[in-house]
C-alpha cells in the first residue's frame, strides 16, 4: 500500500527559482529515498537519506528528513527547464531486508524557461 | 554501472493473450529484483518481489496466477501477464536489488502495455 503523501501535487515555476516538494509518511522508516521520472521513462535515483540523518546534498539538491514529524523535503535550487518531471520519494521500512520500497504520489515539477 | 533493461519498451496485445516482459541487470548481479506497476499520472505500486532461484511474494491483492514472475538467474526476471485484459493496460516497471546494497534500486525503462 501507498504510504507516502506528497505536496504539492503539481508546482510550476519559473527558471532559475527555487522548488520544494514535501513528502509525508506513516511508519517507522530505515530510509528515505528520492526519485525523478520524466514522462513516460523509468525512474531515476536522485538521493537516499538514512533514518538517523537530518540533511543530505547532491549538486543542487537539498534533502531533509524529519523523523519526529514523519516528513522529509527535496528542494531544487535554480530550477532549470530540464528539470521538469515527476519526483517521488520512497520509503524504505525498519524490517530484515530492508529493501522494499513504497512510494508517495509523487509532485509534477513543471519549470518554465 | 548499474544498468538495469527491459524489453519491450512497449507492446500491444489482444484481450485474452500474454504478454511476456524481461528485466535485466546489464552489468551487475540482482539478488532481488522488483515489479512495479504504474497508471497515468499516479503512483508506483509495488507488485512482486523475486529473489533468483526462488517463489515471488506478491503483494496484497495482486494475482499471482495472472501475472507469473520468474527470477531464473542473477541477471533476469520476467514478468508474464496471462491472459490480458483491457484493464491490465498499463506501465510496468521492474527494478533491481544489487548484491551487497540493502537499500538502493535500480529501475528500468518501464515497459507500456496496451490490451485492445
Known amino acids: 500500500s501507498q504510504q507516502g503523501e506528497e505536496d504539492p501535487q503539481a508546482l510550476s515555476i519559473q527558471e532559475g527559482e527555487n522548488a520544494t516538494m514535501n513528502c509525508s509518511y506513516k511508519?517507522?522508516?530505515?530510509?528515505l529515498q528520492w526519485y525523478r521520472q520524466n514522462s513516460g521513462r523509468g525512474l531515476v535515483h536522485l538521493i537516499l537519506?538514512?533514518?538517523?540523518?537530518r540533511e543530505k546534498h547532491s549538486g543542487r539538491l537539498r534533502v531533509t528528513l524529519d523523523t519526529s514529524k514523519k516528513s522529509s523535503s527535496l528542494l531544487i535550487t535554480a530550477s532549470r527547464a530540464a528539470d521538469t518531471a515527476s519526483y517521488f520519494c520512497?520509503?524504505?521500512?525498519?524490517?530484515?531486508?530492508?529493501?522494499?520500497?513504497?512510494f508517495g504520489e509523487g509532485t509534477q515539477l513543471t519549470v518554465n524557461p | 554501472g548499474a544498468v538495469v533493461s527491459q524489453h519491450p519498451s512497449w507492446v500491444i496485445c489482444k484481450s485474452g493473450t500474454s504478454v511476456k516482459i524481461e528485466c535485466r541487470s546489464l552489468?551487475?548481479?540482482?539478488?532481488?529484483m522488483f515489479w512495479y506497476r504504474q497508471f497515468p499520472k499516479q503512483s508506483l505500486m509495488l507488485m512482486a518481489t523475486?529473489?533468483?532461484?526462488?517463489?515471488?511474494?506478491?503483494e496484497q491483492g495482486v494475482e499471482k496466477d495472472k501475472f507469473l514472475i520468474n527470477h531464473a538467474s542473477l541477471t533476469l526476471s520476467t514478468l508474464t501477464v496471462t491472459s490480458a485484459h483491457p484493464e491490465d493496460s498499463s506501465f510496468y516497471i521492474c527494478?533491481?536489488?544489487?548484491?551487497?546494497?540493502?537499500?538502493?534500486?535500480?529501475f528500468g525503462p518501464g515497459t507500456r502495455l496496451t490490451v485492445t
Open positions: 523475486s529473489n533468483e532461484g526462488s517463489k515471488a511474494t506478491y
Open positions: 527494478s533491481a536489488r544489487r548484491r551487497g546494497n540493502r537499500y538502493e534500486q535500480y
Open positions: 552489468d551487475f548481479q540482482a539478488t532481488t
Open positions: 511508519t517507522s522508516i530505515n530510509n
Open positions: 537519506i538514512r533514518s538517523n540523518e
Open positions: 520512497a520509503t524504505g521500512a525498519q524490517e530484515t531486508s530492508g529493501s522494499r520500497l513504497t
